[in-house]
């Protein structure tokens, strides 16, 4: 029973690329949150999604960043044109429906250098 | 605006001691506290929660107090052993409205328990 999957685990980008980070849901789940972790700071909010849905999208910058959960596949954070600031590590989450109290799973990690 | 506050940053205890992390909150609307441990590289993982229509919630070694009044919570780690050497991060949650599904953190404690 594989646990939230995400890929890749590093990733290195050089200022202006773009950065796509995956992530695969545990099996039976279809609400994915995405948080970033900046180095000694705690998880910070950015989108929540449930499949072709954006339920949540308050904690993502406006610009450059964008989030999807398609039908099929894995849902995907986006990050275009990718500034220095943007380095830190991102973590999916999956839960089933949180209404009925379920938890939040955590994969292990984008981590996301720009250079 | 940090919405749950977490101290101390850090924590260095002896083996079997007794581990103490503090949390305290803005928002009465929360109505869910889970902690999470992590380890270096790793996602963080979900170890106890709370709602707070309990005062202590015990599993195994770990225990959290819940102080509605105060609004405060802490997760106590007796026993403390080496392999709790971890990041701890509190969290609140509401389970109802419109911000349903998104965890506020905490940020973080690094605790080192000494052989």
């Known amino acids: 029973n594989a646990g939230v999957m995400q890929n890749p685990r590093h990733l290195v980008r050089r200022r202006g690329q773009e950065a796509r980070l995956r992530c695969s849901p545990m099996k039976g789940h279809s609400h994915v949150y995405w948080y970033r972790q900046l180095p000694e700071e705690g998880l910070k909010f950015m989108v929540y999604l449930q499949k072709e849905n954006i339920i949540d999208e308050s904690g993502m910058p406006k610009e450059r960043f964008s989030a999807e959960f398609p039908k099929e596949g894995p849902s995907i954070l986006r990050i275009q044109q990718v500034v220095r600031g943007d380095s830190a590590a991102y973590f999916c989450a999956s839960s089933r429906d949180p209404r009925s109290g379920n938890e939040q799973f955590f994969g292990p990690g984008t981590r996301l250098t720009v250079l | ?115």
């Open chain 2, 1 to 115: 605006q940090q919405q749950v506050k977490q101290s101390p940053q850090s924590l260095i205890v002896q083996k079997g001691g007794i581990s103490i992390i503090n949390c305290a909150y803005e928002n009465t609307a929360f109505d869910y506290f889970p902690w999470y441990q992590q380890f270096p590289g790793k996602g963080p993982a979900l170890l106890i929660a709370i709602r707070p229509d309990v005062s202590e919630k015990k599993e195994g070694r770990f225990t959290i107090s819940f102080n509605k009044s105060a609004k405060q919570f802490s997760l106590h780690i007796m026993d403390s052993q080496p392999g709790d050497s971890a990041t701890y991060f509190c969290a609140a949650d509401f389970r109802r409205g419109s911000t349903l599904g998104r965890l506020y953190f905490g940020r973080g404690t690094q605790l080192t328990v000494w052989p």
